[in-house]
């Protein structure tokens, strides 16, 4: 039941703003659009002060016989405008020094926003006639005007300037600098007191860099000077790295657009609002309307708080960020506002408007101006600064500089009459409004500023922080500032802790297309999006990235490795085979114990030398293959440790030398079995070969071969020390290169051709009638010596590092077992568990029943 009662209190809210608003005086409504402050020459002055919205008509609910057909908004804001004019007039009217004997005085003007009405008011000001009755170059009321002050927007200023520029008339605009404007051939007697906004996208893009916002939006007034700050902010922002997320113009007809002006505008968090006041306006209302809560909004201009009851808490604006240029506060100003009130100025036709509805003043019925049961605390600076500010703002600093300008230049004028005329009447002054411009373009202001500096100086702004929490506050605090001027790096200045951010942001706001790419990843931008539409992805091996949202990864210089997070290099440690890695204890260990083992099976062949099997099989040619076993075994271990100049040169042609005198044995070994038996043939050249020993001479002639290619390969390419920084990861492999590919190929490629010839001689002896025919046994080690070898190949040329130098450490040991196990393993087996067999009986009783077979085949 609570709920229904509450929702219905909400729906009579209207009605209750409704009955405020047509509940009052009919004074409220009787307002002319002008009015008058005598003084002997008069500055007009056009000023937006009020509108007219037109609604449907319908009876006054107090004046029955009063229909109303519009109601009023007074931006009571703009009214500070008139308060700086009256304030640099009277000031200067005290002054005894300028203009003595002569007063200033202005008639007002309001505009409506059109230019009809414009044109009229200025037509009105110059003959001094109605509407409909104007008379060209003719002044009813016979006043001396001296300038016009026109603003706040750049097109009432230019609408009103092609009229005055018909008659030369001067024309003093407080609006915002425009380009537009500063063009004398076609308004050649227009002078703009506001200062350039040259460094205006500059100071907001500093500050999106300073918050790292790189995503954001632009509203803009569809006018020239939207494009001219458009293509401001392009080329500021395009090196600073900031998108434009959108570009949205404001249109001249807003119904027109106005579903189509809102789309994506939630796409980024940050929005910046350029333009003036008038061409903002309807845009800025829809904005409050729509509780647009979750951006921040960067603009040129300050956000005017209408008071109107809405009945909400939130305010699309707080948190707002406003950039104006900086001035000098004027304390005389506030004074000066202290005391106005509608009886000190009883022809200002907006003070009883101001004390009517703020203190609750009613209108006496016999005179509007006159007002009653006023509180007695009535002055203006007990008013919210967002309803009025009693601090002079930028655009009441030019007025009051433009009206110090003309009263100067009158000074001047003046002087120059009475030096030319000094007999003239001092209290009368006859001059034509043109003949100011000589005077306005040389004069120099209070501050010893003059004109053109005004309009070419680049100007410091202050940082303006809005907040509107709640709804009524309405307080502008000065957060920073921008200077142009400065030093790089400190051109901007900002109090972070005293930022209120828009309530939906509990810190500071995030206004990104991607989400940043943290140290270890790059940008990579997406085809057909912005350059701030990216995705992240990590750096490649050993590189890193140290900082957010970097383009391109850097590579770690060849000593230094990238930790697993890439965002860091650090020193890599050297390796290499040594004895402490496990790998190296593995494989030294077996090639001590290898060779331990043929240093035993020596041992046996030298204790059992007489014995048959050992005899049988060429006793000299076995000593000298188990040596060389034993050389090859221990040759391995040159390829564990650090490597120096001295181990690589070593590794190589020990172990080159030792396999080829093993090899150059094994061969001479199978050609003493094939001639063995052909001496049951004997020819002419077995003769030879056995009488002169020629079998003796096969090792050295092998061996003197290799040690020739070891020779070549030394003084060419010899092998050296080199480090492999890429195979093992945080490591730098040191190893050696073996110098010329073709040389170690060649040294394998002689192994293997000694390797084929011993296996070939052994196959071709494998059935003779020995009773201890070792040739199956030379055939099975050199089968095996070709398996290790080939497959050393392959997998030595894919592999790296530490696995490279041990597989050819391994390939060294299994091909030298193959020869000490196949060779000696049956012979050590023998003399060792089947000692029978090693006896002469047994000998010619199994020599005997091979021959026999042998002949019978």
Request: glycine content about 4%; charged content about 15%.
């Amino acid at each position: 039941m609570f709920s229904w009662i509450f929702i219905f209190w909400l729906l009579q809210i209207p009605k209750f703003v409704s009955a405020r608003i047509y509940n009052i005086s009919r004074c409220y409504y009787r307002i002319p659009e002008e009015f008058h402050h005598e003084g002997d020459v008069v500055i007009g002055a056009f000023f937006p002060l009020h509108t007219f919205y037109t609604e449907k008509k319908m009876p006054h609910s107090t004046v029955p016989y009063l229909y109303v057909d519009y109601h009023i908004q007074y931006n009571f804001k703009n009214y500070q405008y008139i308060l700086a004019l009256l304030f640099a007039i009277e000031e200067i009217n005290r002054n005894p020094s300028l203009l003595p004997n002569i007063s200033l005085g202005f008639d007002f003007y309001n505009i409506r926003f059109t230019e009809k009405y414009t044109l009229d008011n200025a037509f009105i000001w110059l003959s001094g006639l109605v509407p409909r009755n104007f008379l060209p170059n003719y002044n009813c009321k016979k006043r001396n005007f001296t300038a016009a002050l026109t603003g706040t927007s750049w097109i009432t200023s230019a609408q009103i300037g092609t009229l005055l520029q018909l008659f030369k008339f001067p024309q003093i605009t407080f609006g915002p600098y425009d380009p537009l404007l500063s063009d004398r051939g076609q308004y050649s007697s227009l002078y703009q007191m506001a200062p350039r906004d040259t460094a205006l996208s500059l100071a907001i893009v500093s500050l999106m860099v300073h918050f790292r916002w790189s995503w954001v939006g632009l509203i803009l007034s569809d006018d020239h000077k939207g494009n001219k700050i458009l293509s401001d902010f392009r080329e500021e922002m395009e090196g600073k790295g900031i998108c434009i997320a959108f570009v949205k113009r404001i249109p001249s007809t807003w119904t027109l657009y106005y579903s189509k002006f809102w789309e994506n505008m939630d796409e980024t968090n940050v929005i910046i609002i350029y333009g003036d006041s008038d061409s903002l306006e309807g845009v800025m209302r829809n904005i409050g309307q729509r509780l647009l809560t979750w951006n921040v909004w960067v603009m040129n201009i300050e956000h005017h708080v209408i008071d109107t009851a809405d009945y909400f808490m939130l305010d699309a604006f707080h948190g707002s960020l406003v950039f104006k240029h900086s001035y000098k506060e004027n304390f005389q100003f506030t004074k000066f506002i202290q005391t106005v009130n509608p009886n000190k100025y009883p022809e200002d036709i907006y003070l009883p408007k101001l004390w009517y509805y703020f203190f609750k003043c009613s209108f006496a019925d016999i005179n509007c101006h006159i007002l009653d049961n006023c509180q007695n605390n009535a002055s203006l600076d007990v008013l919210p600064t967002h309803i009025f500010d009693v601090a002079m703002n930028e655009e009441s600093t030019s007025i009051y500089n433009g009206v110090y300008a003309v009263a100067h230049s009158l000074h001047e004028m003046r002087l120059q009459q009475l030096q030319m005329q000094p007999d003239e009447n001092e209290e009368e002054m006859v001059f034509f409004p043109w003949q100011l411009n000589t005077f306005l373009k040389d004069i120099e202001v209070r501050d010893k500023r003059s004109l053109d500096w005004i309009q070419t100086i680049d100007a410091e702004y202050d940082i303006l922080n809005f907040w509107n929490l709640p709804k009524g506050l309405g307080l502008k605090v000065k957060i920073g500032s921008f200077s142009a001027n400065a030093p790089q790096g400190q051109q901007l200045s900002l109090s972070e802790q005293m930022i209120q951010w828009p309530e939906i942001f509990s810190e500071i706001p995030q206004s990104m297309c991607s989400e940043s790419c943290g140290p270890g990843f790059r940008k990579v931008t997406l085809e057909g999006k912005a350059t701030c539409c990216y995705k992240c992805t990590p750096c490649a091996d050993n590189e890193i990235s140290n900082e957010s949202d970097v383009d391109q990864c850097v590579k770690c210089p060849e000593s230094h490795y990238a930790n697993t997070e890439k965002n860091n290099c650090f020193q890599k440690s050297v390796s290499f085979l040594a004895y402490e890695d496990p790998l190296g204890m593995a494989l030294a260990n077996i090639a001590l114990c290898l060779s331990a083992l043929t240093l035993f099976v020596i041992g046996i062949f030298v204790k059992h030398r007489d014995t048959p099997i050992v005899k049988a099989n060429n006793r000299s040619l076995s000593y000298i293959l188990l040596i060389t076993l034993t050389f090859c075994f221990l040759c391995s271990l040159n390829f564990i440790g650090q490597p120096n100049t001295a181990a690589c040169i070593l590794q190589q042609t020990t172990f080159a030398v030792a396999f080829t005198m093993a090899l150059a044995t094994v061969l001479a070994k199978a050609i003493t079995v094939v001639l063995a038996f052909k001496v049951s043939f004997p020819g002419r050249m077995v003769r030879w070969l056995i009488i002169s020993r020629g079998l003796n001479y096969i090792i050295p002639i092998c061996t003197l071969i290799q040690v020739l290619l070891c020779g070549i390969w030394m003084a060419t390419s010899p092998p050296f020390i080199d480090q492999d920084a890429q195979t093992e990861y945080g490591y730098i492999i040191l190893f050696c290169n073996k110098g010329s590919a073709v040389a170690f190929h060649s040294v394998l490629g002689y192994h293997c051709f000694l390797a084929l010839g011993s296996y070939t001689m052994a196959f071709l002896s494998r059935n003779l009638p020995d009773t201890f025919n070792e040739s199956k046994f030379l055939s099975f080690s050199m089968l095996v010596f070709f398996c290790v070898w080939v497959t050393f190949l392959p997998v030595y040329h894919s592999t790296k590092g530490k696995v490279m130098v041990a597989m050819e450490v391994f390939s060294i040991l299994a091909s030298s077992t193959a020869l000490l196990a196949f060779i000696f393993a049956p012979k050590c087996y023998i003399v060792l568990l089947r000692p029978e067999k090693n006896s002469f009986n047994h000998i010619r009783e199994k020599t005997h029943s091979k021959k026999k077979n042998f002949h019978k085949i």
